[in-house]
């Protein structure tokens, strides 16, 4: 396929699962905030930290906004100058699906232009002020059905592949970036009450939507070890770290991109990656939990940092003779 | 949407046709001057003939949903990043009866058989200049003649693959060509994405009459492709080349690829070697050997078009002319559809094909005649004047409803430069009912037709309709999507002979 095609592909994948994650996120916090017996700033803060948007938000709009729940979630749904705000990767992932609409094919692209129209309009600005659970569900909703459709409808080949890589890149960030989150917040409730803390576990889980997946595997016992290690290497989990990074290298694999330089060194600094979580697992996780997951979102910043136009073959091999649907 | 036509049934009088009356001097393609209806038009007075303004404008609004949900849109260049707009679409179709059809379609082969003979003289002989049927110099000074290829053959022989041919009915009900489009004609996406919506919206009425249909298109349009290729045709590789997502017919481009099932690519996708075009890929280098391009000449490769542009494919020209890749359309088309060469047409017709042309056109005033140009000057606010390097409606003066300013500006730039600019009377266009959504009834405006016709190795095959455009705005003469226009679903009457 054509390469400018293939990072798009990847890009629309990375999108839409960042709508879906950061909606999510947004919805589980909220229910944290209005539950948890926590001041908000401890609420609050944490998930505008891990979005690295803190410096931004607290520069305009002053040191008490991340502890203010409507000023965090407003900047971050709609805000045109956040670039991980909702509103940009509606946007972006609209833009992308549009210059690619002859490769996702047109389901995709009509669930991904309709979530788009109904969130700059002003159906979705009035809900947000009367019911903004409906928003966040909605968008959920309309995400998840884009990424249902690229399952459902597109050929499982390379476009597909590409998309996929992206969605499941962009879920490994999410995923550990979220638990990073909780860190935060659990490292403020220290020495609460141990039904706070498990309440703060339990909210974590839904934030990665696992809640109903853990407590099927541990038939209902919460504890700080089984749900770390469950969102990390529970390799069932589609969410977990290990599960995503799996997923990614199957798809490196899959994809035959060892011609380009780009691709290569993003594959083998996930296998790295792949390699080091299984020695931390082995050693019974000798690091902090931030420390882990600082490694992992900085690994996969920068594998994503080096399949920035990478997806180029190179020029010096013989030229592909035949259509690729003939092959 | 079969209830809402359910629920019409039962609605009662105050129909949204009611009182519709053709305007004064102007052909109505839907009632007569006396106020019946034209017998071919019947199938849309009965389809709108239980319809009240409610329902006709749930419809309507059903309609734009559908296509803004679809993504059928425009760019306008109004500002930096280019706005998307819903393409404005009135649900009234336009019809065409099968009699006037089937000789419009000769019309239309006729009309190219004869352009393309005469640009393959144009880059050959030249007999018609030698034998005087166009003046040498208004060739010589068309922008889009392009001498550095006389001599070159296009590869798979054809010119026009994809000709679009605008054509507006005078008061006396005859069809006439305004202007040919021959190198990259626009809008045959709204004709399909029209249909859908009509279909979804008037199902009921679609399944009992016979209308032509239009969504075989693509399939015609890739096979075309195909047909010209330099290689084996089952083997080659075709693309559409696309100037990107900010074009105002990018819809168009990825709708075209899409439903062709061929890759939409950008300039920057594509490299010449060794007089080979290919497209990077993520397996490396792959052949090309047709492009359907939607990019002008200026912008095809900057090596041989403008050496100071970034934009376009350096080498492309190259390997046209070593004959290892096809460019549909052919470059160096834009001399045939210049408005200055407009008015000869006719004579090419009787020089190459020995007939006399079956569609007639609007008579012109060619202001590079002296003749002519006196006329012109002494007319000016009677006529409409068009600068023949210009399209989509700008570079034109209005006559009868310009300022005294506006006639002096253009009485100047006629007068230092009379080859670029050619005048015609204003022909009262034909109008069709037409929702006006303000007032909440249909009324008469404006429209035109731009029927598209392909043409491959085997021959030439031509749209049933075409794109129907229409000027929504009151009194509006200008039917451009970029000043006010929208468009119809246009109905060829399915006859005996199809």
Redesign the interface.
């Known amino acids: 396929?054509?390469?400018?095609?293939?990072d798009h592909c990847f890009w629309l994948g990375r999108y839409i699962e960042r709508a879906e994650s950061t909606a999510r996120l947004l919805q589980v916090t909220r229910t944290l905030a209005f539950d948890a017996e926590l001041p908000p700033l401890y609420c609050w803060r944490p998930l505008v930290i891990v979005s690295g948007q803190y410096p931004e938000l607290t520069h305009h709009l002053g040191a008490d906004a991340a502890g203010n729940g409507d000023a965090v979630q407003r900047y971050m749904t709609w805000a045109p100058d956040n670039p991980v705000s909702i509103r940009n990767s509606i946007r972006a992932a609209r833009?992308g699906a549009?210059?690619i609409?002859?490769v996702i094919?047109?389901d995709i692209?009509?669930a991904t232009?309709?979530l788009y129209?109904w969130f700059m309009g002003e159906v979705a600005a009035a809900q947000y002020l009367q019911d903004r659970d409906e928003v966040y569900r909605h968008i959920r909703r309309s995400t998840q059905l884009s990424l249902g459709l690229v399952r459902s409808t597109m050929m499982h080949d390379?476009p597909m592949d590409f998309l996929w890589l992206g969605v499941m890149l962009e879920r490994v960030g999410q995923t550990a970036r979220t638990l990073d989150m909780h860190y935060h917040i659990q490292g403020a409730a220290e020495g609460q009450q141990p039904l706070l803390q498990t309440a703060l576990w339990l909210s974590l889980l839904r934030a990665c939507s696992g809640f109903e997946a853990y407590m099927r595997r541990e038939q209902g016992r919460v504890s700080r070890e089984s749900v770390v290690s469950f969102l990390l290497f529970e390799a069932r989990f589609p969410r977990s770290l290990r599960y995503c990074l799996r997923t990614a290298l199957a798809l490196f694999r899959r994809?035959?991109?060892t011609?380009?330089g780009g691709t290569t060194a993003a594959r083998a600094r996930l296998e790295a990656l792949d390699r080091w979580l299984d020695q931390q697992e082995k050693d019974g996780l000798p690091l902090s939990e931030h420390a882990l997951l600082t490694h992992v979102v900085d690994e996969i910043d920068a594998g994503c940092g080096e399949l920035q136009g990478g997806?180029?073959?190179?020029?010096d091999?013989?030229?592909?003779?035949?259509?690729?649907a003939a092959q | 949407m079969v209830l809402i036509e359910q629920e019409v049934a039962r609605l009662p009088a105050s129909m949204v046709l009611d009182g519709y009356r053709a305007l004064e001097g102007t052909y109505d393609e839907l009632v007569e001057t006396g106020g019946g209806t034209r017998k071919h038009a019947l199938m849309v007075a009965n389809l709108l003939a239980n319809m009240n303004a409610d329902t006709f404008a749930r419809c309507q609004a059903l309609a734009e949903l559908a296509l803004?949900?679809?993504?059928v849109t425009f760019s306008v260049y109004s500002d930096d990043r280019g706005t998307e707009k819903v393409m404005p679409v009135c649900l009234v179709p336009r019809v065409i009866g099968a009699g006037e059809w089937a000789r419009l379609e000769r019309g239309l082969v006729q009309r190219l058989t004869a352009l393309q003979l005469f640009l393959d003289d144009l880059y050959g002989e030249q007999r018609v200049l030698r034998e005087r049927v166009i003046p040498a110099e208004l060739i010589f000074g068309s922008k889009h003649y392009l001498p550095q290829l006389k001599g070159m053959k296009p590869p798979g022989g054809v010119r026009i693959h994809i000709a679009g041919i605008d054509l507006i009915r005078s008061p006396d009900g005859v069809l006439r060509v305004l202007e040919d489009n021959l190198r990259t004609p626009s809008g045959v996406s709204y004709v399909i994405e029209n249909r859908l919506v009509t279909k979804r919206v008037f199902p009921a009425a679609m399944d009992r009459i016979g209308v032509r249909r239009v969504d075989d298109y693509p399939t015609q349009l890739v096979e075309t492709l195909r047909s010209v290729s330099p290689e084996d045709p089952a083997?080659s590789?075709i693309v559409v080349l696309t100037p990107?997502?900010f074009n105002s017919a990018?819809f168009e481009h990825?709708?075209l690829?899409?439903s062709m099932g061929i890759?939409?690519?950008?300039a920057?996708?594509l490299?010449v070697s060794g007089d080979e075009v290919?497209?990077?890929?993520?397996?490396?280098?792959?052949?090309v050997h047709v492009i359907y391009r939607r990019t002008d000449d200026a912008y095809i490769d900057p090596e041989f078009f403008r050496p100071d542009s970034m934009l376009g494919v350096p080498g492309l020209m190259r390997a046209w002319a070593a004959g290892r890749v096809t460019l549909a359309n052919a470059p160096g088309n834009g001399v045939a559809d210049d408005k200055a060469i407009y008015p000869y047409v006719p004579d090419l017709i009787r020089f190459f094909l020995k007939e006399e042309p079956i569609i007639e056109q609007v008579p012109t005033f060619v202001c590079a005649r002296p003749a002519d140009r006196d006329y012109v000057l002494a007319h000016l606010d009677q006529l409409v004047v068009k600068a023949v390097d210009e399209a989509g409606g700008y570079g034109m003066l209005m006559g009868p409803d310009a300022s005294a300013a506006e006639l002096d500006m253009f009485r100047e730039r006629i007068t230092s430069d009379p080859r670029r600019y050619i005048a015609q009377h204003r022909i009262e266009l034909s109008t069709s009912p037409t929702w006006v959504a303000e007032e909440r009834r249909i009324e008469p405006r404006r429209i035109d037709l731009r029927p598209f016709i392909l043409t491959g190795k085997s021959g030439s095959w031509v749209l049933p309709g075409g794109l129907t455009r229409v000027a929504l705005r009151a009194g509006s003469y200008v039917v451009n999507s970029s000043q006010g226009g929208g468009s119809k679903d246009t109905w060829v009457e399915a006859g005996a002979t199809s």
């Open positions: 396929m054509i390469s400018r095609v293939a833009e549009r210059s609409r002859e094919g047109h692209w009509e232009n309709e129209l390379e994809l035959a991109l011609r380009s997806f180029e073959g190179t020029d091999l013989p030229p592909v003779e035949q259509p690729e | 803004a949900q679809r993504g083997r590789t990107g997502p990018y990825s709708f690829a899409r890759e939409l690519v950008e920057s996708d490299f290919f497209v990077k890929t993520t397996l490396g280098p792959r052949r």
